[in-house]
Each structure stands twice: as C-alpha cells, then as structure tokens.
C-alpha cells in the first residue's frame, strides 16, 4: 500500500508534497486525535516493511514529527 492510498483510506483529500529528494510532507485537516494517529502508525508500519532493491532486501529510516495548527475561527479551512 502506498501513503498516498493511507491518506485516502483515513483522510479526507491529503496533500502529498516532496519537500526534498527524501523529505515529505503530508497535509491534512483533521481534528480528530485518534484518527491523526490512527494514520501515522498505518504511515509508519508500512514504512517499516523491508524494500527489495536487486536481490537485497533494505529497511527504510522513518522519522516522523506531528504539528497541530488550530484555526480561532473553526468553520475556517486550510483546504
């Protein structure tokens, strides 16, 4: 499953941006706690699965960092 295909299945319109060759960022507008983390762990554990390049078999190194933008007025959208 690709990120792209987490976002649809937990997010409603993600955007997926390339930062730099191998930095991502992925924005959303949700304000649910458990979902927002619901979706990090699905993003993590698939980022997790060993990749076969050639006939080896590499690991990804993951970090992820969280930020929380809360709007004053909360009809207001990013999006």
Do not use: C, W, Y
């Not at 941006?17 to 930095?23: K, M």
């Amino acid at each position: 499953m690709e990120i792209k295909q987490i976002g649809n299945k937990f997010i409603k319109k993600p955007i997926l941006v390339q930062l730099s060759g191998d930095e991502f960022i992925i924005l959303i507008n949700e304000t649910e706690n458990k979902t927002l983390t619901h979706f990090v762990e699905n993003v993590l554990a698939v980022l997790s699965v060993p990749i076969k390049i050639s006939e080896e078999k590499s690991l990804l190194s993951v970090s992820v960092s969280v930020d929380v933008s809360i709007s004053i007025n909360r009809n207001e959208s990013i999006f």
